[in-house]
């Protein structure tokens, strides 16, 4: 699988080291987890039920989490669902990823104030925000966060802003034992097994033995906090049952993009009747590029206060999908629907992995769930290889 | 903990506007010096600067004066919106905040010992002139200059004295041409590519150089093809949105590229199938 | 007339050409000088000949009331001026103008003419070299025509 070994290069862990030993640990010591981490000093941050939908915010207890709730999700689709039993992440990603605390939305790059005839930039403003802890990170958003850390903290230049966030942030992920309709990351070589990066890896048994979370910790820092939760040692008989929770969650995946040859599938269907296809259901919305959790594409806005003394630029998220993102002098460069969606579809299959050397896509299935019009990515790039004269070769 | 929000090299630094001179009625090229607490920069011919406006907004604008000169960046600019409005009408002693400079340049190594050709169109001649600055001031590094430009009439050539001077310098050919003369313009009529069949070229031992209008560029580099260059030596600075100059907005991706970090040029060679994609 | 032999042979439209043919071509070619301002010929005169421009550039204009000419295209050193002589009527249908002093051949083509009728292996050989150099105008014209270096 292509995806797998990319992401897997450019972490360089070694795989030689003696087996991280997981531990276990109840919903009481979960409580522990989060008061822990906060008297630490961090933000702890989560999945909770609010607006309709499992979105993240502050995780004051395990009480704000979404306890008896799961989803329901399809193309263009998305309910909540009450169910039976105490499993806490019996959910699948809803519509924000972590993107949004450590790549945000809008973020001040800098003031600046006039000064005869010229300026001052006032930007060292202390950024006193406190470090952050992402509580119930999947194996594709911990793969997304990866995939982001390589666009802006490991190519030319470094974002500090993303740098800074993401160097403060501790992070407990938590492996998926069920699966969405719309997800397809097993095929994407990028879950539901939790990969490199996280610092402690976390799996939810609910079953007649009773409710517990089995633990390993992929840092020091995880190794730490697992040892003041003094967390025993898992049982064999447990650490199977995750593990077969875990592949069974792959296998129940129905949706999946065949990642063989998929660069050189988009490429070379530049010209092809289904981005007209695409282009007719596609409302250039921006909503996939907005829940995407490795689209990282921004714009500055300048602005002045009425007086005209103080100046700000602000950036924020941007989207291939409008006019304006291509835009110079004279026109746009991409003014139809079917340009910009290509654009889009195959900067995550195909430049992505010439840019990054991965791909840009970790089948966490947000952008079906999420296009009004019930676009799914899956299904477009069978189409094309379906239609396409080079797709298998 | 207490860190910048920011730093460089997203902060502009503070210039000032030490002239500003009208080459066309809607081009416009300036000189700004660093003003006390911004640090001077050095380019190389075909990198540019993210230039901004206090309150209005920031371009990408290619430097277009001499490598030489240390104490001052020059850029050339036409007006063709607010921010580029707004660039063009500062006065003298005025800010603007500058940041870079970015991408690449032009591939003035490997055309040391060669014949550089360089071919424009428009505005291009902007992030063309440090080269021939630069080839002009270590004579004795290259083989013989031929600039090629073409421009829509006679009142849109930019540096005209300048042409007029380089013209004069020993090994050095300099054909314009424009593509609507007037009864007074005695020069050229016809669009750039239509100078090579009095360009004197060794085709196997030049460089070319190119930038203009895409279209432009299209056509000249198959008449370069046609002349005997092999597509390894002609080189094109690309343009496209840009809002970061670092790779991180994602505006100004073409195909595989970054034009921002990985250009704005690039071998021929590398762009040549992009080229014939229309809404890449 | 040896000069003259030789630039003829030796310019790239008369290559490889039948060599009888092309001693028939400087046969009926001569030297011609224009002086700066000089129009060579205007629209509606009968075309019959055609102009390799050995030095000067001259402008291909057409002109428009209340306007000055508009120059199309110049041409210079090396250049072949003139293909209306080639097909009916035979007139010029722009005008052109010497902007230099002007140093040409003058070749006749209603001899040519003649003879490619008569001779149609010459006359497809005339045509492929009138076409290719009638493609470059269109192209160049084209690209005019785009006005690629507007603003928008």
């Known amino acids: 699988m292509v995806a797998t070994s990319l992401l897997a290069s450019h972490e360089g862990t070694s795989s030689t080291a003696v087996p991280e030993p997981t531990y276990a640990f109840d919903v009481t010591q979960l409580e522990q987890l989060i008061e822990l981490l906060q ?13 309709g939908a499992v979105v993240y915010g502050p995780i004051h207890s395990i009480e704000d989490l979404p306890k008896g709730w799961t989803d329901e999700q399809s193309p263009g689709k998305y309910r909540l669902k009450r169910h039976e039993g105490e499993a806490l992440f019996a959910y699948g990603v809803g519509p924000q990823s972590w993107k949004k605390y450590l790549h945000p939305a809008e973020v001040r790059l800098w003031a600046a104030e006039r000064k005869n005839g010229s300026f001052r930039i006032l930007n060292n403003e202390p950024h006193d925000e406190r ?12 793969a997304a966060i990866r995939i982001q850390d390589r666009v802006l903290l490991e190519d030319r230049y470094r974002d500090p802003i993303y740098g800074e966030r993401r160097r403060r942030t501790f992070m407990v992920a938590v492996q998926c034992t ?4 719309v997800c397809f990351c097993a095929s994407m070589g990028m879950g539901p097994a939790v990969g490199e990066g996280a610092d402690l890896i976390v799996t939810e048994l609910v079953d007649a033995a009773g409710h517990r979370f089995l633990a390993r910790a992929g840092s020091e820092r995880g190794r730490a906090v697992l040892e003041e939760l003094k967390a025993t ?9 995750a593990q ?3 592949e069974q969650a792959a296998r129940a995946q129905t949706r999946s993009i065949d990642v063989e040859g998929v660069k050189k599938l988009l490429y070379q269907n530049f010209e092809h009747s289904r981005w007209e296809q695409v282009a007719a259901r596609c409302l250039s919305c921006a909503n996939c590029t907005m829940v995407c959790p490795t689209c990282f594409c921004t714009t500055v806005e300048d602005s002045s206060d009425a007086s005209g003394t ?28 079917k340009a910009r969606y290509r654009q889009w579809i195959t900067h995550k299959l195909a430049a992505w992995i010439d840019q990054f050397g991965t791909l840009g896509c970790v089948g966490c299935g947000r952008c079906i769930t999420w296009c009004p019009a019930g676009i ?16 298998n070769s | 903990m207490a860190t910048a929000l920011a730093i460089d090299p997203m902060l502009s630094q503070s210039y000032l506007v030490r002239e500003v001179s009208k080459e066309t009625p809607d081009t416009f090229t300036l000189r700004l010096a660093p003003d006390a607490g911004s640090n001077g920069s050095g380019f190389q011919p075909g990198q540019f600067s993210m230039l901004w406006v206090f309150g209005v907004g920031e371009l990408p604008i290619s430097i277009s004066g001499d490598p030489a000169e240390h104490d001052q960046l020059v850029y050339t600019v036409r007006s063709v919106g607010q921010a580029t409005n707004a660039l063009v009408t500062r006065a003298v002693g005025e800010g603007v905040g500058v940041r870079g400079p970015f991408g690449n340049g032009w591939p003035l190594q490997a055309a040391r010992g060669r014949d550089v050709i360089v071919v424009a169109g428009g505005i291009g001649l902007a992030p063309l002139r440090p080269v021939i600055y630069e080839v002009l001031n270590h004579r004795e590094d290259y083989g013989r200059l031929v600039v090629l430009y073409g421009a829509r009439s006679p009142r849109d050539l930019l540096y005209r004295k300048e042409l007029a001077a380089w013209a004069r310098q020993r090994e050095t050919q300099v054909l314009v041409t424009v593509d609507y003369g007037g009864m007074s313009w005695r020069g050229h009529v016809g669009v750039v590519t239509t100078l090579f069949k009095y360009a004197r070229l060794k085709p196997t031992r030049s460089v070319a150089m190119v930038c203009g209008p895409e279209i432009m560029m299209r056509f000249v580099t198959r008449e370069l093809e046609n002349c005997g260059l092999s597509r390894s030596d002609i080189y094109l600075s690309m343009e496209r949105n840009m809002k970061c100059a670092l790779g991180f907005c994602g ?3 073409y195909g595989p590229h970054f034009i921002c970090k990985d250009g704005p040029v690039f071998p021929y060679e590398q762009l040549r199938t992009l080229l014939e994609k229309y809404e890449l | 007339m040896e000069t003259l032999e030789r630039i003829i042979a030796e310019h790239p439209f008369f290559a490889d050409l039948d060599h009888g043919f092309t001693a028939l071509m400087v046969g009926c070619a001569s030297n011609v000088r224009f002086k700066r301002g000089d129009y060579i010929f205007h629209e509606g005169d009968p075309a019959d000949t055609f102009y390799l421009i050995r030095e000067g550039t001259v402008a291909v204009e057409i002109f428009a009331p209340q306007h000055d000419p508009i120059v199309i295209a110049t041409l210079a050193e090396g250049e072949i001026l003139g293909w209306s002589w080639l097909l009916p009527p035979y007139q010029w249908k722009h005008q052109a103008r010497a902007l230099d002093n002007v140093r040409a051949i003058a070749l006749d083509g209603k001899c040519l003419r003649e003879k490619c009728e008569q001779n149609h292996d010459l006359g497809y050989e005339v045509l492929k070299r009138f076409a290719r150099i009638i493609e470059q105008r269109l192209e160049s014209t084209r690209l005019q025509l785009i006005d690629v270096y507007a603003a928008k």
């Open chain 1, 244 to 246: 077969a929770a875990v």
């Open chain 1, 178 to 181: 069920g699966t969405g309709a």
């Open chain 2, 251 to 253: 505006h100004c991706q």
């Open chain 1, 376 to 391: 799914d990515i899956t299904e477009e790039v069978r189409a094309l290889r379906e239609g396409s004269n080079h797709g």
């Open chain 1, 233 to 241: 040692p898992a049982s064999s008989a447990d650490l199977n049952t």
């Open chain 1, 131 to 142: 470090p952050q802890a992402f509580l119930g990170v999947r194996a594709c958003e911990l």
């Open chain 1, 39 to 51: 008297r630490d000093g961090y933000s702890v941050l989560g999945p909770t039920v609010r607006d």
């Open chain 1, 310 to 337: 103080c100046a700000e630029r602000w950036r924020r998220w941007d989207s291939c999908f409008t006019q304006s993102f291509s835009y110079i002098h004279g026109g746009s460069i991409r003014t139809s629907a």
